[in-house]
């Protein structure tokens, strides 16, 4: 199901399910899996790997060249995974050999239009990034995380599972799992409550969450104090351990 005025690379792999629509250019070593759609006037370079069931919206730039000064044209790739939405201009780049050589987006994430993923970025599954949302290269996103429009990600920054920033943040920092952040350069607002209650946490659960952020924001700990208190509860609050999994990683810092 491809139409006339696409152009397709002779090395690209394609399922026999795939819809390409009019003007797509598809090069290099591009695979693309079971009833995904590409709708017109997209660019699809490889090395790149797209799962099933995605839906590339017109415009959409997919696996072109890292915007690093540094790629000199290595083949490094982009892999995208199954189910995934993704809107009109995004850009979606490859890695670098200074980092994996791979940029991941996993599955079910729901990416607005004008969005940019750089290279080496790893982005979790069922995700949103709203509208012009913008990572930097080697930026982590956990599963379930949303990024309101025009959120911009410093590059090396950890966004946790369940985080949450409102429209315009400026992230220069780690954000933790669970917590929302807002401003700029972006600070801790609360617990993402709402978002708890859509992933079918308990009360006890997110009573135990909040009086984890209290340890971490309330009670002028210093953050190596604040995860040897966190370290103490995991064992009967599992939920914890998302949250104090994000405080140990990552060189940006966090917010506070």
Known sequence: MIHPTAIIDARAELDSSVVIGAYVVVE???QIGARTRIDAHAVIKGP???????HIYQFASVGDDPQDKKYAGEPTQLIIGNGNTIREFCTLNRGTVQDCGVTRIGDNNWIMAYVHIAHDCVVGNETIFANNASIA???????YAILGGFTAVHQFC????LALTSMFTYVTKDIPAYVIASGRPAAPRGVNAEGLKRRN??????RNIREAYRTIYRQS???DEAIVELEERIEDQAEVAP???????GDRGLIR
Do not use: C, P, W, Y
Not at 137 to 143: E, L, M, R
Not at 243 to 249: A, C, F, K
């Open 28 to 30: 290099g070593a591009v």
């Open 48 to 54: 790149t790997t797209i799962g099933e069931d995605n």
């Open 137 to 143: 290269g080697h930026v982590h996103v956990d599963d």
């Open 158 to 161: 950890q966004i946790g599972t």
């Open 201 to 206: 946490f308990s009360a006890s659960a997110m």
């Open 221 to 223: 700990l210093k953050l």
């Open 243 to 249: 949250l104090l999994e994000s405080l140990r990683r």
